[in-house]
């Protein structure tokens, strides 16, 4: 059994605990949310103050030119693309995780529907997050199309020759569930089926190959395991053997080949410039760099392999916690224990009262999240959370449950964010 002294001697083994530095993190709180909002990076608020008071202020127009502002959605990709196993010239930071699914979604329709008429179905998972089922709902209704929404396990069978997408996230937001992205993808190819991979709970947080695994499209999200701060820009990839074949939907003159030719007809630009759409936000993308900056700050430690090590040792252990120290609770482990089954969260579900146990925690300073109906959720973000948050964690996650407060009316009330 593993006791309080045994957490800190691990923090104090720790080699990636010195990342805990490059972040602002309350002192009486136990962060467990970086899979919704990654926390701030220390670097964070005078790097948006300087976008704001000289590069804005003083740099005016300029800026576009002697700032860089012009060329960040390609910088920040080839961050990106260093953990995703992408090249540089790949990925562009830009718009929403929502927005940038309708474009590749809509790309891999195209290539499917000049390459493979017949296939008419988009396949997908009950369970994956509900913004990407409506984007492919809405494209189902333009084109004539049908969605076909499948439990994890029957994905392989629904395979079948009238499909032309399948379109997954790779870690699944409720259950913490990993798919096997190589193996997924052969399949889908063997079938001849595009993939369309969903990163937003991976890129960041689990080591990813998407050039490896052969994928077709993929995109994700700035502001989870990439702290990147609210709303921050998402990002987009595509094989290189796609990118040049299609114009994306949302053609607008950023993605355009020469966008200051002001020309009246559409050229677009070669690669991946061609999924930007308009004038990017830049202070966003500001505070998105500090994010990526403390991400990449592990690669001298390992990279993420290193940080993979350091999740799957704080998840395994909070698994552990959890059984040991709150039984007979009636919470179940929804998270699959299997290493190559998950991600970088643990989920529990509790047939009553999950959502007021984690307001109840929230009190206390541990943040997790509530998803409906009945999960809590916690997110490990090895750059930050160390062994000792997670014994503490458990440790009110116990209290929460043995006193009964989590009962208290206050913790009851919903509010609008879970
Ligand atoms: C968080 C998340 C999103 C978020 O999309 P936004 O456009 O940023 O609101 C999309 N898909 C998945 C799978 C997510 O987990």
């Given at each position: ?23 602002t ?62 090249a ?57 199309l ?40 052969a ?10 991979w ?24 700035g ?69 990526l900056?403390?991400?990449?700050a ?102 929460v ?18």
């Amino acid at each position: 059994m593993t006791t309080l002294p045994d957490c800190r001697a691990l923090d104090a083994q720790d080699p990636l605990r010195p990342l805990r530095d490059l972040f602002t993190i309350p002192s009486d709180v136990i962060y467990l949310d970086g899979n919704s909002l990654g926390v701030m990076p220390c670097a964070a608020s005078a790097r948006v103050a300087a976008a704001v008071t000289q590069e804005w202020g003083n740099g005016l127009i300029r800026s576009w030119n002697t700032a860089g502002w012009f060329g960040l959605p390609q910088k920040l990709g080839d961050k990106i693309a260093r953990l995703i196993g992408a090249a540089p010239g790949e990925v562009v930071a830009t718009d929403s995780t929502s927005i940038n699914l309708y474009k590749v979604l809509s790309a891999a329709l195209n290539i499917a529907a000049q390459d493979a008429p017949q296939r008419k179905v988009i396949v997908s998972e009950r369970s994956n997050f509900p913004t990407d089922l409506y984007i492919a709902e809405a494209l189902c209704k333009e084109r004539g199309l049908r969605l076909q929404l499948v439990e994890p396990e029957d994905i392989a069978a629904a395979l079948t020759p009238d499909v032309a997408v399948l379109m997954l996230t790779h870690v699944n937001y409720r259950t913490g569930a990993m798919h096997d992205m190589a193996a997924v993808t052969a399949a889908a190819h063997a079938a001849g089926a595009l993939t369309v991979w969903d990163l937003a709970h991976s890129a960041g947080a689990v080591p990813v190959d998407l050039n490896g695994a052969d994928a077709d499209f993929s995109i994700g999200c700035g502001y989870k395991y990439l702290n990147g701060g609210p709303g921050a820009p998402a990002f987009v990839w595509i094989n290189p053997r796609h990118a040049g074949r299609f114009w994306q939907p949302l053609a607008g003159w950023w993605g355009h080949a020469a966008p200051f030719e002001f020309t009246p007809d559409y050229r677009p630009a070669p690669g991946i410039t061609r999924y930007l759409c308009g004038t990017q936000p830049i202070l966003s993308m500001t505070a998105l760099d500090c994010g990526l900056d403390t991400v990449l700050a592990a690669q001298p430690l390992g990279g993420m392999a290193a940080l993979r090590a350091k999740s799957l040792a704080l998840t395994d252990l909070f698994m552990a916690l959890v059984e040991e120290r709150c039984a007979g609770h009636g919470l179940r482990l929804v998270t699959p224990r299997a290493h190559a089954q998950r991600g970088s969260q643990v989920c529990l579900s509790r047939g009553e009262g999950a959502y007021a146990m984690v307001q109840a925690l929230i009190a206390r300073g541990v943040i997790g999240d509530y998803r409906a109906p009945d999960i809590l959720r916690f997110g490990f973000t090895p750059l930050y959370i160390g062994f000792e948050d997670v014994w503490n964690a458990v440790e009110h996650l116990k209290q929460v449950l043995d006193s009964g407060e989590w009962q208290r009316p206050e913790f009851n009330q919903k509010h609008a964010v879970t």
